[in-house]
């Protein structure tokens, strides 16, 4: 891969990930609401509701730890050697050295 179609899909990635985070930001304030305010589901649901939004918060964080971890390798800006991820700062020493920060490789 050349430098510049790494800068390219870095970018990309940022701005998936953007996207991505403000959505799960979204889910999340709605679970959290639900988790604090379980009196506003209906009627003698109320108990059900906001165990309902606290599995639903358990589950979104899962997900968002399971996006951030796979997220530079669906980005294609994982290191081949080591499969580590390499955005961030690890992808400043991939452009500043070419050598992968994880690996050395
Ligand atoms: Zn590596």
């Known amino acids: ?24 930001a979204c889910v999340f304030i709605a679970l959290f609401a639900g988790v604090l305010f379980p009196t506003a589901g209906p ?10 939004c606290l599995v639903g918060l358990c589950v ?16 294609g800006v994982a290191c081949p050697s080591c499969d580590g991820g390499l955005l961030g700062h690890p992808g400043k020493v991939v452009i ?6 994880h690996c050395g490789k």
């Open 60 to 75: 979104s964080l899962v997900a968002v730890l399971w996006f951030c971890r796979n997220q530079a390798r669906s980005a």
């Open 43 to 52: 009627g003698r649901f109320v108990s059900a509701f906001g165990i309902a």
């Open 96 to 101: 500043a050295t070419g050598n992968c920060p």
């Open 1 to 24: 891969m050349t430098r510049q179609e790494f800068l390219r899909r870095n970018v990309e990635c940022k701005r998936r990930a953007r996207i991505s985070m403000f959505l799960f």
